[in-house]
């Protein structure tokens, strides 16, 4: 596990979310949703802020949490996220016209390794957020970075997988053989002479990749 101790410092310096965030947060925690851990999110919302991004990709979005915290950070910003469940790609529309972010948030119904064409449509993007299946990031990266434009900024969560990617040792096959597949991206993308890539240790760990111009 990444330091505890550490992680419950950073969180509990950030602000408390209210309202229909808050609502969403306990949802996710009830019912075993994935979303983006506090601290990272944060991050990731730092980063969006300093490049002010017209056009925003985000790959996995659960109930649409982190695509509300980004449209609610960027009021400037479009919103094109991707879900293939179909019970929580219909929480998270719900979420959206609650949150009043419809005209700010496009979602796109299906696996985002099967609709590329759809999200051609709103190419280019400044930002590329990839928090979708971990086995499948490099898949990901390959197939949608070429939508984003030079200077942009690709973010992906969950790269440090509970520190099992490092040191940490499990009897469980599957997380193990996940690790395995986040550590070969982490290590590929590290490679990548179009990007320079650092991994924040804050969160499940998070990468930002800058695509220089």
């Known amino acids: 596990m990444l330091d505890e101790k550490l992680q419950a410092y950073i969180e509990g310096l950030l602000p408390e979310r209210n309202g229909l965030f808050a609502e969403m947060e306990a949802f996710a925690r009830g019912n075993h949703v994935p979303i983006m851990e506090p601290a990272g999110m944060e991050a990731l919302l730092q980063v969006l802020r300093i490049l002010k991004p017209l056009r925003i990709l985000e790959l996995g979005t659960a109930i649409g949490y982190s695509a509300m915290r980004m449209a609610e950070a960027i009021p400037e910003a479009t919103v094109v996220t991707i879900e293939r469940d179909e019970e929580r790609y219909r929480l998270a529309k719900e979420y959206f016209s609650r949150g009043g972010f419809e005209n700010k948030i496009h979602p796109i119904l299906g696996d985002a390794l099967e609709v590329s064409d759809k999200v051609s449509t709103f190419a280019p993007f400044d ?71 650092t991994i924040l240790p804050i969160g499940d760990g998070v990468a930002i990749s800058y695509k220089r111009g």
């Open 127 to 197: 930002a590329l957020f990839i928090d979708a299946a971990k086995g499948q990031y490099q898949k990901f990266f390959s197939l949608y970075e070429p939508y984003l434009t030079a200077g942009g900024v690709l973010v992906t969560d969950n790269v440090l997988f509970k520190g099992l990617v490092y040191n940490e040792q499990t009897e469980n096959k599957r997380l193990a053989k996940l690790a395995e597949k986040i550590h070969g991206y982490n290590v590929w993308l590290a490679a990548q002479e179009a990007y320079t890539t």
